[in-house]
C-alpha cells in the first residue's frame, strides 16, 4: 500500500480556490498524455470527452467507445470512458459521455509509517451531453456540457463547464481544430480546471503499400492550462485505409518549474465496423508511463 505524509498533501488540502478547482479535474491530465492525435482533432470513440466537434461519418448512424486507461505501480491510476454517438437530423450528432479515473490504495500517515485509518479515495468523474452540427462539408462546432466532481482525501468538489469546440478541412490535405476542455463561461474559480487546445494535421497524397491505399499523416498540437502550464505535440502517423493505424510522437510539457519531454505511441487495428486502439505515454525516463486501451464500434 502506498502512503501520502501530510506534508505531500498540503498544497491539495489548503483552502485556495485554485487547489479546490484542481480536484476535480486533475487527473483527466494523466489520461490526456495519451492521446497521440491532438485532442482538438481527436476522432476516435471517446472523442467526444476531448473536443464537442466530433461528429460521425457521412453515412454513419451509431457510435460506441469505451477504453480502460491504467498507469502502473509507481502512479496507481487506473479507470475508464463510455462514450455514445448518435446521428441527430441530416449534419448534426449527439453524444452522451462518462468517465472516471481513480488511485488506490493509497494510505494516509503523521510521523510515522503507520497508517491512520482506511485508504484515502481519490478520484475524478465526469458526465457530460454534447451536439455536434456540420456547417457545409469544410467546418463542423460543436458544444456539450459537463459535470465534474472529485475527491482528493478529505477535499471534494463537484461542478459545472460548457466546452465548445470546431473542426476546419478546407483543402483536402490540411485540417483543423480548436477546443476548450472543462471551461467555465463564469469565469469563477471552476475555471481554473479548464485548458484550451488547438491542432493541425496534414495528410499527404494516397499510395499505396502493401497493397492497402496508404496515407501518411503529420500533426502538431497545443494545449495551454491555467497559470503558464502547457504542452506541445509533434507525432506522425501512417494509415493503411482502416485496417491499421500506426502514431509515433513526442510531447514538450512546460510548466512554471520545469520543461519535460514524453514519448507517444498509438497503434490502431481495425476489423469491420470495430477498431481496437491501443496508446502509451512513456512518462518521464519510463516513470509515470500510461497506457490506454480502446475499442470502438460504428454502426451505418
Known sequence: MRTLSVAALLPFLAGPLKAQASVASDLWRVAAGTLVVPAALTDDGSAPLWTPAAILKEHDRYRFGVEAIHAPSEVGLSGGVLAFTTRFGARSAVSLTYGRLGIGSVGYTETSPELVGSSLDIYNQTASVGIAHAFGNTLTGGVAVRYLSGRLAFTSRSQFGVDLGAQYAGRSHLRLGVTTHFFDPAFGPASQSASYSLGAEYRSGGFSLW??????????????????????????????????????????????????????????????????????????????????????????
Open 211 to 300: 497493397g492497402a491505399h496508404g496515407v501518411a499523416l503529420i500533426r502538431y498540437g497545443l494545449t495551454a492550462a491555467r497559470g503558464n502550464d502547457s504542452q506541445q505535440l509533434l507525432s506522425a502517423g501512417l494509415a493503411l485505409g482502416t485496417s491499421l493505424l500506426l502514431d509515433l510522437g513526442a510531447a514538450r510539457e512546460q510548466t512554471a518549474a520545469d520543461v519535460v519531454w514524453r514519448s507517444r505511441l498509438g497503434l490502431g487495428i481495425g476489423a469491420g465496423r470495430y477498431t481496437v486502439r491501443i496508446a502509451r505515454d512513456g512518462g518521464v525516463n519510463d516513470f509515470g508511463a500510461t497506457y490506454r486501451f480502446g475499442l470502438t464500434a460504428v454502426f451505418k
